[in-house]
């Protein structure tokens, strides 16, 4: 654990836009009487997603299907996987699926039905990503190593410039990455990065080893046992990077697109440039906000400006409050940055990887 990692500070300012947001949200949902947490058709979603995981896990491994279809079911489940992350884990680890502590907590939990250990998730993405948003040498999401340059503040080398090109196989690999590699280079390194770990209970080691047992029972052993070897790989491999994918472009086109800035700290004070609304606003892009499938789909991962601002809130509501943070950035003359479709902000994705990879 390193002892002299210092976290970047965010400069404290009178009347903060924070706060004026906030206000401004928050009445929102007292004048018209809402919760700002989950809601019915939230839950039916999880219940739906949950319930069509189980049924494809055990329709592909004891009974069988011809060949095509399970092929066609490996890359649902993939995307099933994935969803149940967007929707149900997402939303519980902010504490924003359900008013009950108890029901967020079981849906944070649903993060170790699919192989990952949720201390880890909750450190890496609650703690450190969604404060420190693009400040390299912090947030873990942009840092991919020599493979891939995610900031200007990183080293440039020269396999980078075909970046843009090879990053949908890099991709694919996250989900298979994160399961059998980071969460055990988190742990026993116990840190993420250069920051430390917060001390794990005796049944957070509980729980990180009965997770990954689990998994490896689950996912591995039974499938082989019944499946035979060449069958499961062939399958695991489809779920796997089907699921990577879909988590890796969906999160990174929400922060490494072409107008998102990437603050840097000073050297003196160590205060980075902006006040935290700020600095979310401006390391943050939406993306096709008018889709009710997509946002269905991703668990309101569209509306990346709202979820950075208001992670207590539960996605459904991201739409409606969306209008009252465009006008708030207006008079704060701060850029709201949104892509209309899914295609032109991977398009504006792959224009950020490109110009990474052949400029300083």
């Known amino acids: 654990m390193s002892s002299t990692y210092i976290s970047p500070k965010f400069p404290v300012v009178k ?3 924070h706060s004026e947001l906030r206000k401004r949200v928050y009445k929102y949902f007292t004048d018209n009487k809402i919760n700002p947490t989950g809601n019915g058709n939230l839950f039916f979603k999880a219940a739906l997603l949950i319930s069509v995981f189980a049924a494809l896990y055990i329709h592909l491994v004891f009974f069988q299907p011809i060949w095509f279809v399970s092929l066609f079911e490996c890359v649902v489940l993939g995307g099933v996987i994935a969803a149940i992350g967007f929707n ?18 079981i849906a944070a939990h649903s993060i170790s039905m699919l192989g990952a250990n949720h201390f880890m ?9 969604h404060t420190f948003t693009n400040v390299d040498g912090v947030d873990d999401d942009i840092e991919i190593g020599i493979l891939m340059r995610m900031a200007p503040t990183q080293k440039r080398l020269k396999g980078h410039k075909f970046q843009h090109i090879y990053f949908w196989f890099l991709y694919m690999l996250l989900y298979i990455f994160w399961i059998f590699y980071t969460d055990y280079k988190k742990y026993f390194a116990q840190k993420i990065g250069e920051v430390p770990l917060k001390k794990m209970s ?8 009965v997770v990954k047992i689990y998994h490896a029972a689950v ?28 988590l890796s472009i969906v999160f990174q086109r929400a922060h490494t697109v072409e107008q998102t800035e990437f603050p840097v700290a000073s050297i003196e004070e160590h205060k980075l440039p902006d006040e935290f609304a700020a600095h979310q606003i401006k390391t943050t892009a939406n993306f096709a906000t008018k889709s009710k499938l997509v946002s269905w789909l991703v668990g309101g991962l569209n509306f990346q400006i709202e979820h950075h601002l208001f992670p ?10 969306s209008n009252i943070i465009r ?17 032109k902000a ?11 990879g052949r400029y300083d």
């Open 202 to 209: 005796p049944t957070d080691h509980i729980m990180f080893w």
């Open 312 to 321: 207590k809130i539960s996605h459904v509501h991201y739409p409606a409050i």
């Open 15 to 17: 009347d903060s836009l």
């Open 88 to 105: 149900v884990m997402h939303d519980g680890s902010h504490g924003s699926f359900s008013e009950s502590k108890f029901m967020n907590k």
């Open 219 to 246: 996912f591995v052993v039974i499938p082989i046992y019944y499946l035979g070897w060449a069958s499961w790989l062939i399958g695991f491999i489809i779920i796997t990077f089907f699921a990577g994918f879909v």
């Open 121 to 129: 998730w909750n450190m890496k993405h609650n703690m450190i990503h």
């Open 327 to 343: 006008s708030v950035c207006k008079e704060y003359q701060l850029q709201y940055i949104e892509y209309p479709t899914t295609r």
């Open 346 to 356: 991977i398009a504006a994705h792959v224009r950020f990887l490109r110009q990474m």
